[in-house]
Nanobody, 128 residues
Framework: QVQLVESGGGLVQAGGALKLSCATS????????MGWFRQAPGKEREFVAA????????DYADSVKGRFTISRDNAKNTVDLQMNSLKPEDTAVYYC?????????????????????WGQGTQVTVSS
């Protein structure tokens, strides 16, 4: 049973940075395209960023493009989300997710339904 565990959330001032990490247990992260999603209070969960299994392709929501960077280290079984220039509207619970159906070179999906495994989430709060 694959388990995903997020870490790195916290409270930061606007303009600051945080780095989220997602680690796997019970499976190799290299078997999954990986995505980050977030859910703010009272809002639906939304796509943030995703990366292909081999790390060759990445995709970002327009709202975070140029500020966030997703990366992966398959040898360490981790996927990171570097978040810079944070804004109060980035406040949310951030979830990592794994998609086991993508081939190594396939573009990652933005759709929640594509992802089979989810972490419990980590809270990110950006104060103004």
């Amino acid at each position: 049973q694959v388990q995903l565990v997020e870490s790195g959330g916290g409270l930061v001032q606007a303009g600051g940075a945080l780095k989220l990490s997602c680690a796997t247990s019970g499976g190799s992260i290299g078997s999954y395209a990986m995505g980050w999603f977030r859910q703010a209070p009272g809002k639906e969960r939304e796509f943030v960023a995703a990366i292909s299994r081999n790390g060759g392709s990445a995709d970002y929501a327009d709202s975070v493009k140029g500020r966030f960077t997703i990366s992966r280290d398959n040898a360490k079984n981790t996927v990171d989300l570097q978040m810079n220039s944070l804004k109060p509207e980035d406040t949310a619970v951030y979830y990592c997710a794994g998609d086991r159906r993508r081939t190594a070179w396939s573009l990652p999906s933005r759709m929640m339904q594509s992802y089979d495994y989810w972490g419990q989430g980590t809270q990110v709060t950006v104060s103004s």
